[in-house]
């Protein structure tokens, strides 16, 4: 399999995970998550859940779409993959 890893036995450090930067990109703009709220019409527990990258198993991709049309931004930059150390 040239290049192709199975991961049914590797643990999370051995793939790596997926970063969520809506913090990042909020402070940036000096945007809050109310704000964001309004803008998005998305409850701010799930806003903050985000924000706070806590709890995050799977990711909502109609709330990925509304935060990236209200900030104008891309996918990259609220999630980002990071391999393993």
Known sequence: MDGIRSIVSYQTDEYGSVRVKLAEILDSRGITRNRLRTLTGVKY?????????????????????????????NIEDLLEYESPT
């Open 45 to 73: 527990e799930v806003i903050d859940r985000y924000y706070q990258a806590r709890q995050i198993e799977r990711v909502d991709l109609d709330f990925i779409a509304k935060v990236c049309y209200v900030l104008n931004c």
